[in-house]
């Protein structure tokens, strides 16, 4: 079986963009955008609206995706055009090119090692890491990892996350980020103004919340989840991390459409050029790819994926807060040893 670079270099023959494809998938997602909004638009039928707001805010989880691997360089690489549609996409989503592209490099380059950095992904300690925090900063990672932080992305990862944050630390670089949020909100005041604020939360606020909401429970369930096999900073190996280390996220193939084939991350990892569509045809023409650690839409998959919590290296496995607080309660001083 091959192993790091020369897996990787195997994976390249399907890092290949069939621009046709790219445009005809894009125009696909387009489509039903501007059928739902021209229904919701047309009625005041709430058992009409609700559910058109449902299927943009999952719609609105594909076109991320979209505009995720065009930052990726693995669609619209020739195409200004092309480009200029996905900088549309991330000001919609809330997450400019320029912070995207400095924030998910650096998890690509960073996944699984276990820095405690925050930096594009939830952060993850050892527990020997969590023993040393202090109660603050336990109490700041516990929030940051909380269900209903994530379950709020609109607002924790994307509007502080990612407009007021990495502007905060980079303006020259991220000027853009705040203005992505200012966008977004006059866009809801005016269709409110306009249209209505009822149309305005069908047409906006709800989809947009839905697809930040899922979009970071999948980002968070890709990278923790039971049988992770997390490795020492010393022992981390890229390929490893990208097969071990991100699950394959097992949904049907309605919902593998709606995400754009991301459950099929451990290939998206292994070589994040090819092209979304292309993940599925790489699994299954590549053997190594074919035994990924699985996780689920089903609650008991869900629960067991918020409660990786902290990765006990002894023990091999992620361990929920209570038992690292547990372990970290009776843990034998240094001194005292």
């Given at each position: ?7 990787v270099?195997?994976s390249?023959?399907?890092a290949k ?18 059928a ?9 039928l ?10 943009l805010?999952?719609i ?10 065009y ?11 092309g ?31 276990l820095?405690?950095s ?28 909380h ?11 994307f ?22 949020g200012i966008?977004w ?6 269709l ?15 989809p947009c ?21 997390l ?7 890229y ?11 097992d949904?049907s ?10 459950g099929?991350?451990?290939?998206h ?14 699994m299954?023409?590549m053997?190594e790819?074919q ?6 839409w ?16 002894e ?20 001194a005292?040893?």
């Amino acid at each position: 079986m091959r192993v790091g670079a020369e897996l990787v270099r195997a994976s390249q023959v399907y890092a290949k963009e069939d621009v046709g494809m790219t445009w005809r998938l894009l125009l696909g997602t387009l489509a039903p955008v501007v059928a739902l909004w021209a229904l919701v638009l047309s009625t005041d039928l709430w058992w009409l609206e609700l559910p058109s707001s449902v299927l943009l805010g999952l719609i609105g989880v594909r076109l991320f995706i979209f505009f995720h691997d065009y930052c990726h360089d693995a669609i619209f690489t020739d195409s200004k055009f092309g480009g200029a549609v996905m900088s549309a996409v991330g000001f919609y989503t809330l997450s400019v090119t320029s912070v995207w592209r400095e924030t998910h490099n650096y998890h690509h380059r960073n996944n699984a090692k276990l820095t405690g950095s925050a930096i594009g992904s939830y952060p993850t300690v050892t527990l020997a890491m969590y023993r040393g925090l202090s109660v603050n900063d336990r109490r700041k990672l516990k929030a940051i990892r909380h269900p209903l932080t994530i379950a709020l992305g609109l607002f924790t990862t994307f509007f502080i996350g990612f407009c007021y944050a990495a502007f905060r630390r980079d303006p020259k670089q991220h000027w853009a980020a705040p203005v992505s949020g200012i966008v977004w909100i006059a866009i809801f005041v005016a269709l409110g103004l306009t249209a209505g604020w009822g149309d305005a939360v069908w047409l906006w606020m709800l989809p947009c919340a839905l697809h930040a909401g899922l979009g970071s429970y999948l980002f968070y369930a890709q990278h923790n989840f039971p049988g992770i096999e997390l490795r020492g900073r010393r022992e981390w190996e890229y390929s490893h991390a990208a097969l071990r280390c991100s699950s394959m996220f097992d949904m049907s193939p309605m919902m593998h459409w709606f995400t754009g084939n991301i459950g099929f991350h451990h290939v998206h990892h292994l070589n994040h050029r090819i092209p979304f569509y292309r993940l599925p045809e790489a699994m299954a023409g590549m053997p190594e790819l074919q035994d990924p650690i699985r996780t689920s839409w089903r609650l008991e998959d869900i629960r067991a994926a918020l409660a990786c919590s902290v990765w006990d290296a002894e023990a091999g496995r992620m361990i929920s807060f209570a038992e690292a607080d547990a372990a970290a309660a009776t843990a034998v001083p240094a001194a005292a040893k």
